[in-house]
T-cell receptor, first 113, second 115 residues
Framework: NAGVMQNPRHLVRRRGQEARLRCSPV?????VYWYRQLPEEGLKFMVY????????ESGMPKERFSAEFPKEGPSILRIQQVVRGDSAAYFC???????????FGQGTRLTVV | AQSVTQLGSHVSVSEGALVLLRCNYS??????LFWYVQYPNQGLQLLLK??????LVKGINGFEAEFKKSETSFHLTKPSAHMSDAAEYFC?????????????FGGGTRVLVKP
């Protein structure tokens, strides 16, 4: 059984570029959560998606950040025009329903230079 | 809104000594509570969870936690620390509902184990 797969594990982007982070949930899981961990801080919720729908994006920055979870394929977290402050570890988690705890991926560590 | 507070961002213990990590939650309704461990450059691994069954919860690697509603606490303990316990530990809370089960995390406690 494959767990939550995130890629890439490490991503380096220059300021102003776009970052695309991918998350393949556990097979059969239709609920995906994204969290961000800034250096020396805990994880903060960003967005919750079900297939093709954004359910809760209360933790997403208003600009430059977007997320999708298409009918086919992985969930994507996109950050446009990255800035140094976007450097962080981004974690994806998936669950089969709203009443089961989510499983976490290994994270993507984004470094903006 | 929920909040989770972990007392002490760093804890240093001697190998073989008791590990005690403190977590308090703030919620009008007792939430589901979790402890996760994170090793350097790794993801989160679930240690244990409280889901309103037994108040004393046993987890992996010899850890356990006790839910105390009167104190709104969910402290994590291990009787005897091993070198392999050196990691960062996160307490988290969730309210499982139709709007999802997003987690609210504490700030984390980094554990150093001295030989």
């Amino acid at each position: 059984n494959a767990g939550v797969m995130q890629n890439p594990r490490h991503l380096v982007r220059r300021r102003g570029q776009e970052a695309r982070l991918r998350c393949s949930p556990v097979k059969g899981h239709s609920h995906v959560y994204w969290y961000r961990q800034l250096p020396e801080e805990g994880l903060k919720f960003m967005v919750y998606l079900q297939k093709e729908n954004i359910i809760d994006e209360s933790g997403m920055p208003k600009e430059r950040f977007s997320a999708e979870f298409p009918k086919e394929g992985p969930s994507i977290l996109r950050i446009q025009q990255v800035v140094r402050g976007d450097s962080a570890a981004y974690f994806c988690a998936s669950s089969p329903d709203v009443y089961t705890e989510a499983f976490f991926g290994q994270g993507t560590r984004l470094t903006v230079v | 809104a929920q909040s989770v507070t972990q007392l002490g961002s760093h804890v240093s213990v001697s190998e073989g000594a008791l590990v005690l990590l403190r977590c308090n939650y703030s919620s009008s309704v007792p939430p589901y509570l979790f402890w996760y461990v994170q090793y350097p450059n790794q993801g989160l691994q679930l240690l244990l969870k409280y889901t309103s069954a037994a108040t004393l919860v046993k987890g992996i690697n010899g850890f356990e936690a006790e839910f105390k509603k009167s104190e709104t606490s969910f402290h994590l303990t291990k009787p005897s620390a091993h070198m392999s316990d050196a990691a960062e530990y996160f307490c988290a809370a969730a309210s499982f509902k139709a709007a999802g089960n997003k987690l609210t995390f504490g700030g984390g406690t980094r554990v150093l184990v001295k030989p």
